[in-house]
T-cell receptor, first 114, second 115 residues
Framework: KQEVTQIPAALSVPEGENLVLNCSFT??????LQWFRQDPGKGLTSLLL?????REQTSGRLNASLDKSSGRSTLYIAASQPGDSATYLC?????????????FGAGTILRVKS | EPEVTQTPSHQVTQMGQEVILRCVPI?????FYWYRQILGQKVEFLVS????????KSEIFDDQFSVERPDGSNFTLKIRSTKLEDSAMYFC?????????????FGPGTRLLVL
């Protein structure tokens, strides 16, 4: 059974700091891994999807890495800003007979202080 | 960019009442999902829907829940007799085709509060 774990559960940093969020998964046979952002009481915004054949994926100040063999992914946020404050979720797909379903971690609550 | 929409954004209901949550997936997508997130907990899979039938459902998705795609565009989740523990954020998602190579597109969610 696939389990997804995220550490730390919460993180508070001053503005401008670079930071790393961690995600681990128990079954390394994944097709991809997706990072989402969730603002309080809001929906899920997809940030990055990194395929199993990739080691890194970048979007602006965000960089996601994937190490399938060790069951880990990191989300690196450069030069953090107060607007980055949100919960960050990682998820991996479980392939079903038709389509796939996502298994989510519990998230890391990020607060960037100005 | 096309997006998944959900209505209503918030719903308050009394325990035992029926609720219907509505979703309009992206038009050329074929696979549809409902997830829920109880406050402070993980987002969890409820049900997937393909070719006008349920393709998989979780343990949570009991006889009180049903889904349908009544008119080729809307995708609904019905809870027949709500319980307090059904209070959660409900997300609809869709993907274009099968396999694990494509991203799931999520709607903004419906926050359901059962009193």
């Amino acid at each position: 059974k696939q389990e997804v774990t995220q550490i730390p559960a919460a993180l508070s940093v001053p503005e401008g700091e670079n930071l790393v969020l961690n995600c681990s998964f128990t079954d390394s046979a994944i097709y991809n891994l997706q990072w989402f952002r969730q603002d309080p009481g809001k929906g899920l915004t997809s940030l990055l999807l990194i395929q199993s054949s990739q080691r890194e994926q970048t979007s602006g100040r965000l960089n996601a890495s994937l190490d399938k063999s060790s069951g880990r992914s990191t989300l690196y946020i450069a030069a953090s800003q107060p607007g980055d404050s949100a919960t960050y979720l990682c998820a991996v797909p479980l392939i079903m007979e038709y389509g796939n379903k996502l298994v989510f971690g519990a998230g890391t609550i990020l607060r960037v202080k100005s | 960019e096309p997006e998944v929409t959900q209505t209503p954004s918030h719903q308050v209901t009394q325990m035992g009442q029926e609720v219907i949550l509505r979703c309009v997936p992206i038009s050329n997508h074929l696979y549809f999902y409902w997830y829920r997130q109880i406050l402070g907990q993980k987002v969890e899979f409820l049900v997937s829907f393909y070719n006008n039938e349920i393709s998989e459902k979780s343990e949570i998705f009991d006889d009180q829940f049903s889904v349908e795609r009544p008119d080729g565009s809307n995708f609904t989740l019905k809870i027949r007799s709500t319980k307090l523990e059904d209070s959660a954020m409900y997300f609809c998602a869709s993907i274009r085709d099968s396999g694990g190579l494509v991203t799931q597109y999520f709607g903004p969610g419906t926050r359901l509060l059962v009193l």
